[in-house]
Structures are given as structure tokens and as C-alpha cells.
């Protein structure tokens, strides 16, 4: 994409550099634009837009109604928090509109909880857009309620008119969403059950945070990506998650990395797949506190049902490179024709905790809130799938 080219319908400033505080700053830019007739995406990010910019560059958008794509990543950097939300109010209200839109992207921007408002007329009331990007924003928990709450409204409409949901991708990591919004999510995905890819990466959100989403989740049939990398599953989300599987059959793509599984929660996880899962390509588990035995569980569920698996990454657990939990792996893999979706071992770590141990820290874990019980269909599930892999 070059600077002001229409030979695709294409315009393009994304990492120019550029200081664009009003109208006469981006007037130039603005009548590039104009000239593009159908004029379908709009890439901005790289440059930094203050108010009178965004006003004047929203007035030329409203009239481009053939707009699929808006890409507005990282447009406020070195703004003050006081002018983001009358510049991000006027992009999303000139988009409000447009039945052709598609994409939505407001990533890398430092909005906080108090830029999030701004966008709810646009996420309630726009019904055409299907990939939301949202991410790296500072959200935090009220910014995501207001987010979660925004789509969940627009759910409601579309519920009132018959009509079906068109959202398919929300991308929202690194917000800092924590529990305190996980609810409020759970909520708008289940609402929106045509969901195929869902991140929700580095969000400090807990187990039972997990189990929330999950729960949400198991209304979306066709959810092809699940990224929870970098939030905190213990054995209740794993719990959480092994239930969910069923939910799935579509799901190609799994993302525990860093999320602290911890064995007890891979066993329940890696039992659900021995039965659950067979269209899962890409497998990711760095650094989950899995041991030899989970691990080894892993591979017995490769053997029997994970035919697809063409990426495995399981570094940073406690094992060694020539263990044979990880020799039943690499068979496994091979089995299927997969013998290097395996990701580098470099980072093992053969002396970790013991299972005992492992198993202490994670009904502490358990128990960090006693007036919260883990979800009983989910417990149902767990101890059926232990039962069958026991058989």
C-alpha cells in the first residue's frame, strides 16, 4: 500500500510519522482521500491525530460508505488524555453507518477506562463489522464492562430485529480486563454465538475469570481460536476449559502459554482431548507447570485423537528433552505424520516441583475465594473424562 494509491481502493499513511492536530494539517491527506472512489480501506497507524484532525478526516469517512476496513491503530501516541475521547468519538460515530464495514481496528492506542465510552454508540449500533481489534488499550476492568456491555446491547437489537450477529473476531489482549470484567465478556460472547476467533491475551484475568469465559464460550459452536496465553487457568480454569471442549468441535487453535495449567488442570484438559478435539492444528502450553505424568498424558491424547496437530509448543515445563513423556510425544506426532510440529525444548526444566506440591498449590488455589464453588457440570465432566482415560 502506498501513500494516496486508489488502484485497490487502498489509502495508506501507516508509519509516517506524521503530527496531524487539525484540519489544516491533514487537509492534503484528506484530499487524496476524496479521490478515491470506491474507497475501501483506510490505514492510519504510526502518526498521531489530535482532535481537529480526527474531526476533519471523520467528516470525508461518513461519505465513504464502501469502507471495509478502518484501521486506526496507534494514531494517539503522545496525545493528552483529555483530547482521545472527543477524536475517538468522531471516527466512530462518522463509522456508525456503514453497512459495508468489516474491520475495526483501534489497537495500540492508550485510551484507559475513560476513552472506552466513545465507542459504545458505534459498537451497539453498528451490525455490519465481523473483526474487532482491541487491543493494548489500558482498558481496564471498567473499560472492559463498558466494551462487553456495548456488544451485548448490540446483541439485544439484533435479537429484537431477528436478525443474526455478523461478529466473528474480537481481538482484546493486554487490557488488563482482570475478573472484574470477565463476567461482562461472558456475557456478549455467549450472545454473539457465531464467534470463530476469540484473544483475550495478558489480561490478569484468574481462574475464575476463566471459568466465566468458558462458560460464555460454549454458545459459540463454531470458535476456531481460543487465546487465553498469559492469564492464570490453575486447575479450576482447567477444569473450565476440559468442559468446554465439548462445545468446540471446530477448534483448531489453543493458547494456554503461560497461563499456570499446572498439572492437575493438563490432566483434565489433555483427558478432554483424548476424546474432544480432532480438528486442533496448533497447540500452545510454554511454561504451564506440567509435569512428566501430564505430559505424558499430552502425548496418549496426540496418539489417539490429534491427528491435525501440526504445531506443539511445550517448552519451559518440568521435564527433560529425554524423558519418556516426551519421547511418547515426539511417537505420537510422528504417528500422524507430524513429526516436527514440536517447538524447541531449550527451556526445560527437569527439576521442577513434584507433583505433590503441584497438587498443594493448586487446591490453594482452589480455595482462594470460599464463596465460590467450581461449576458442577464442569466437575461432572472432569471426573467422566478421568473415569475414561482410567478405563
Known amino acids: 500500500m502506498t501513500e494516496g494509491s486508489d488502484a485497490q481502493g487502498v489509502y495508506s499513511l501507516v508509519g509516517k510519522n506524521l503530527k496531524l ?134 446483541a439485544e437489537e439484533l435479537k429484537k430485529e431477528n436478525k443474526p450477529s455478523q461478529l466473528r473476531t474480537v481481538i482484546c489482549g493486554r487490557n488488563r480486563l482482570e475478573n472484574g470484567s470477565a463476567d461482562a465478556w461472558a456475557r456478549a460472547f455467549a450472545a454473539h454465538g457465531g464467534l470463530v476467533e476469540v484473544r483475550l491475551f495478558q489480561n490478569g484475568i484468574r ?6 469465559l468458558c462458560e460464555g464460550l460454549t454458545k459459540c459452536p463454531d470458535l476456531e481460536v481460543l487465546d487465553l496465553q498469559d492469564n492464570t487457568a490453575t486447575l479450576r480454569g482447567g477444569r473450565a ?49 506440567l509435569n512428566r505424568e501430564a505430559l505424558s498424558k499430552l502425548g496418549s491424547a496426540i496418539e489417539k485423537n490429534l491427528e491435525r496437530l501440526a504445531l506443539l509448543e511445550i517448552n519451559g515445563n518440568f521435564a527433560d528433552e529425554d524423558d519418556e513423556a516426551i519421547t511418547s510425544i515426539t511417537d505420537a506426532l510422528t504417528k500422524w505424520g507430524n513429526g516436527d510440529a514440536l517447538d524447541e525444548l531449550d527451556e526445560m526444566d527437569p527439576e521442577g516441583e513434584d507433583e505433590d506440591e503441584l497438587l498443594e498449590e493448586d487446591e490453594a488455589a482452589e480455595n482462594e475465594d470460599p464463596g465460590e464453588k467450581p461449576d458442577a457440570d464442569a466437575d461432572a465432566l472432569a471426573d467422566e473424562l478421568e473415569k475414561a482415560h482410567l478405563k
Open 241 to 289: 476449559i476440559a468442559a468446554a471442549l465439548p462445545n468446540w468441535p471446530k477448534l483448531r487453535v489453543l493458547n494456554l502459554s503461560d497461563c499456570l495449567l499446572k498439572s492437575q488442570g493438563g490432566h483434565l484438559v489433555f483427558d478432554a482431548l483424548h476424546i474432544h478435539g480432532k480438528n486442533l492444528e496448533a497447540l500452545h502450553l510454554q511454561y504451564c507447570d
Open 21 to 154: 492536530d487539525s484540519k489544516e494539517d491533514i487537509a492534503p491527506y484528506l484530499e487524496a482521500i476524496e479521490k478515491i472512489e470506491p474507497l475501501y480501506e483506510v490505514h492510519f497507524g504510526g502518526n498521531t491525530l489530535g482532535v481537529g484532525a480526527c474531526v476533519a478526516l471523520a467528516e470525508v469517512l461518513r461519505k465513504k460508505t464502501a469502507l471495509k476496513v478502518a484501521d486506526f491503530a496507534d494514531i494517539f501516541t503522545g496525545r493528552l488524555i483529555s483530547e482521545i475521547p472527543d477524536a475517538l468519538r468522531a471516527l466512530c460515530d462518522a463509522l456508525q453507518g456503514h453497512t459495508e464495514l468489516e474491520e475495526i481496528n483501534l489497537s495500540d492506542n492508550a485510551f484507559g477506562g475513560r476513552s472506552a465510552e466513545p465507542m459504545v454508540n458505534f459498537l451497539t449500533h453498528n451490525h455490519s463489522f465481523h473483526t474487532l481489534k482491541l487491543s493494548n488499550n489500558g482498558l481496564g476492568v471498567t473499560g472492559g464492562k463498558i466494551v462487553a456491555d456495548a456488544l451485548f446491547a448490540a
Open 207 to 212: 481462574m475464575e475469570g476463566i471459568q466465566a
